[in-house]
């Protein structure tokens, strides 16, 4: 038995010692720095793999990795609730940026000079999303919603892109008679419903929208009537299997021209590319109305950097995000990813969004109106519902009701 | 162990040397045996008690999950709780998977026990084949059906124009359980094969022997013989195929998420979606309470109505 314990504390002993060493090397090693960057680009990891080469060679004593698990939210969530948080933040500018904001996860940046070259509209996104005068984090890409559209089938059918909802479902009608499918919808993956009906209620739900729900009043049920309705009408020119198939299988199909137009944001065309390299792609603006002049395209901020306000190597960290932000490497970020920049003087130059361009120069944008729901409210899952039983005033009242009861619950 | 519980109760006869002896060889027994018990219990206690514990605390807070400092709200959560149909949905979703799926489970496992049990040819590869789905990982079987019934199975009914088979079950409302269903059994009988075949083996073959010699038909036999005397098995089976499916997540995840709207959303589904990307940890601590609470009570309910039936027979 003595024997025994004497050969057990030998060997605690000697594992500890071995620690002691590792402790040592790492530390004389000309401060060697680790630092991890947690975002929700799993599209962009290859591209984010080269910057972060890049970076590596021009700082050789931190080295920087990246994690960019399937369901990020919920990962960051959980991880920060047990307070093992990532040095380095990149989320869309939505309720996760939200909740995280207000709970003190990030460092202030809001008289940081990263902030100057950043387009005012994002930063403003911040501050709206998040309820606070602060900002926490630096916007570094915007996405958009469009209509994506196989330029090869227009030209075939002779259609022209539509400025209006009226010309819109007429295209729809068309795609329709000469046998093709004008839209293919990919209902089981619920968010798949949420591109679409974010460009319709954007366009739809009044001006004042937002200031109501600041003073308390929600309003989902009147102001959302036209959105759901509307599409409800574009689910009618979709496919026969289209609660069977989800975004995967769309990007695929549409890659392989199954239908004229497809409603997704600007992330899907790297995926679409991808499937068939021949595409002739197009992105349109949502004409969810028909006042063309009023009609904004939904553009979001797609990933924000923010740096951890308990993270053990601030200065590296922040060095990081700085690079990221130099123009070369912004502009390799949104060439590879077909995104826009959220920094100033670097435009997407790729023809397949030429139509979206319009918009971003004349400053027509707007937000993602689900980035204010609170994420209780899943309004994918109402919309889902939608979609299938087709009954807007069920949707409506549901949705109306899920928000408040969620409200009500904080 | 009885011997034990005698020495260490009555530690006032031990007078004589030799009982001595014995009293303390027994006490470094005993000690031995809590040692043995001891890392279980701490590994439980730590990764199972104890966080069971904090939920319950945070079940009466609106914690939302991350966020520094939150209050005491008392019952609100649960009153809350009672008002959400989202939640009564789902606890309905989940009690009509589960009585479905613990009877079918059932009968199927059983029938096909009592095939593997009979003297067929290939016996044992038949057993390794349904044994097969138990040790797949549920995500990957239902990624792999999730495939079956949104790209295979269409083309097929497509192909022999079988209307109901074109589009994908599990992107309907009304039928998308029972693709949840059908993948379930299949994979859950796996199990209870093993334990019925188990049960089969402790049947003595002179009962068989004596009751045809009576002229019982094969039919008399199961009912008479077989059934009340792997009743023990049946009642473990029962419990725990009813658990395991009021549990149900994995193969939700992979195949529906779900959807279509909350149609598929069970229980636990819930819990996880709403307390962690939901941002409402509290209130799902709270469900999770009630739905532990609910899980206790049936299992109880079932071991002492079918524990009755055993004695009965």
């Known amino acids: 038995m003595k024997k025994t314990m004497t050969l057990l504390a030998a060997g605690a002993l000697s594992i500890s010692l071995l620690a002691g060493c590792g402790g040592g090397e790492g530390s004389s090693g000309e401060d060697q720095v680790k630092i991890e960057f947690f975002h929700h680009k799993r599209e962009g990891m290859e591209t984010i793999d080269k910057l972060i080469a890049k970076f590596e060679e021009e700082n050789p004593n931190i080295e920087v990795e990246q994690a960019s698990p399937p369901e990020p939210s919920t990962v960051l969530r959980t991880r920060v609730s047990k307070s093992d948080i990532p040095d380095i933040i990149g989320v869309g500018g939505d309720v996760t940026y939200s909740d995280l904001a207000n709970a003190g996860v990030f460092t202030d940046v809001t008289k940081d000079k990263s902030l100057e070259n950043i387009q005012p509209a994002y930063v403003q996104m911040l501050k709206d999303v998040s309820g606070l005068e602060e900002v926490f984090a630096v916007p570094y890409v915007a996405n958009a919603v469009g209509v994506i559209y196989n330029k090869a089938i227009f030209a075939e059918l002779g259609i022209e892109v539509p400025k209006t909802w009226d010309e819109f479902i007429s295209v729809a009608e068309k795609v329709k008679e000469a046998g093709k499918t004008p839209f293919f919808h990919t209902y089981k993956d619920a968010w798949t419903t949420l591109p679409a009906f974010n460009a319709l209620a954007a366009n739809t739900q009044g001006d004042d929208f937002y200031s109501e729900l600041n003073k308390g009043n929600i309003l989902a049920e009147e102001r959302y009537k036209e959105a759901a309705e509307k599409l409800l009408q574009l689910s009618e020119y979709g496919h026969k299997n289209q609660q069977g198939v989800g975004y995967n299988d769309g990007n695929t199909a549409f890659s392989n021209g199954e239908s004229a137009m497809y409603l997704q944001g600007i992330w899907a065309l790297p995926e679409i590319k991808k499937a068939n390299p021949d595409i002739e792609l197009g992105v349109f603006p949502f004409p969810a109305t028909n006042n063309p002049d009023d009609i904004n395209v939904i553009s979001g901020v797609d990933l924000i950097l923010g740096v951890a306000a308990s993270s053990k190597h601030p200065e590296e960290a922040k060095k990081f995000v700085e690079f990221l932000l130099e123009e070369e490497n912004a502009k390799q970020y949104i060439d590879e990813q077909n995104a826009f920049s959220a920094i100033q003087g670097i435009t997407q130059d790729d023809p397949t969004v030429d139509d979206l361009k319009a918009s971003f120069e004349k400053g027509s944008l707007t937000d993602f109106p689900d980035h204010y729901i609170p994420t209780g409210v899943m309004p994918e899952k109402t919309l889902q519902s939608l979609v299938i039983n087709k009954d807007v005033d069920e949707f409506l009242t549901k949705l109306q009701a899920d928000w408040e009861k969620v409200q009500d619950r904080k | ?313």
């Open chain 2, 1 to 313: 162990m009885k011997k034990d519980n005698v020495a260490v109760n009555n530690p006032h006869t031990s007078s004589t040397k030799s009982e001595m002896k014995t009293k303390r060889k027994i006490s470094s027994r005993t000690i031995a045996f809590y040692m043995m018990v001891l890392p279980a219990f701490i590994l439980f206690a730590t990764f199972h008690t104890f966080p069971a514990l904090q939920g319950i605390y945070y079940s009466f807070t609106n914690w939302n999950g991350i966020s520094l400092d939150y209050d005491f709200v008392g019952f609100k959560n649960y009153i809350n709780l009672f008002k959400d149909t989202v939640v009564k949905d789902s606890y309905i979703f989940t009690f009509k998977f589960a009585v479905m799926a613990s009877i079918l489970v059932n009968i199927f496992s059983l029938l096909i026990a009592v095939g593997l049990n009979a003297k067929i040819k290939g016996r044992n590869f038949f057993r390794a084949i349904y044994f097969l789905p138990n040790v797949l990982s549920v995500l990957i079987v239902g990624f792999i059906f999730n495939f079956f019934f949104t790209n295979i199975l269409p083309d097929v009914g497509e192909k022999y124009n079988i209307e109901f088979l074109t589009t994908n079950i599990l992107g309907n409302a009304d039928l998308a359980w029972i693709g949840i269903l059908l993948v379930f059994i299949w994979q859950a009988c796996a199990f209870n094969i093993i334990l019925y075949l188990s049960g089969l083996q402790t049947v003595p073959t002179e009962l068989y022997e004596a009751s045809s010699l009576d002229g019982a038909n094969t039919w008399q036999q199961f009912w008479k013989i077989t059934f009340p005397i792997i009743a023990p098995f049946f009642t473990i089976n029962m419990v725990l195929s009813m658990k395991n499916s009021l549990m149900v997540f994995d193969h939700i995840v992979a195949m529906t998420g779900g959807g279509p709207g909350y149609e598929t959303t069970s229980i636990s589904l819930l819990i996880y979606n709403g307390g962690f990307s939901g941002g409402e940890f509290a209130y799902q601590s709270a469900n999770a309470v009630i739905y532990f609470i609910l899980i206790f009570v049936i299992s109880v309910f079932q071991l002492k109505i079918l524990q009755k039936r055993e004695m009965d027979m």
